[in-house]
Nanobody, 123 residues
Framework: QVQLVESGGGLVQGGGSLRLSCAASGRPLSSLVMGWFRQAPGKEREFVAA????????IKANSVKGRFTISRDTAKNTVYLQMNSLKPEDTAVYYCAASHYGLTNKGNEYEYWGQGTQVTVSS
């Protein structure tokens, strides 16, 4: 089992920045991939970014390239999502997830999920 706890969401003006954190605990993390997903009201959940715990290899959705950065701190067992140049369309509940299927953008390949944190971007 892996437990994930997100934090760092909030209300920000368009063009602003936020950093989300995901604290992980439980089974050994080195074999896991950590991902961020988001779900806006009335929309399907969508992939944002993912990172391998061991080597820090990353993938990102095209919609956030150049604006969002995913990273991890292995000493703190924490994954971060730095979000810059935020837009109103980034408004969503952001979820941290963990997978042992490899670096993937498919939500159904992530077995563990956090409770989510709300990000609201005003125009």
């Amino acid at each position: 089992q892996v437990q994930l706890v997100e934090s760092g969401g909030g209300l920000v003006q368009g063009g602003g920045s936020l950093r989300l954190s995901c604290a992980a605990s439980g089974r050994p993390l080195s074999s896991l991939v950590m991902g961020w997903f988001r779900q806006a009201p009335g929309k399907e959940r969508e992939f944002v970014a993912a990172i391998t715990w061991s080597f820090g290899t990353t993938i990102k959705a095209n919609s956030v390239k150049g604006r969002f950065t995913i990273s991890r701190d292995t000493a703190k067992n924490t994954v971060y999502l730095q979000m810059n140049s935020l837009k109103p369309e980034d408004t969503a509940v952001y979820y941290c997830a963990a997978s042992h299927y490899g670096l993937t953008n498919k939500g159904n390949e992530y077995e563990y999920w956090g409770q989510g944190t709300q990000v609201t971007v005003s125009s």
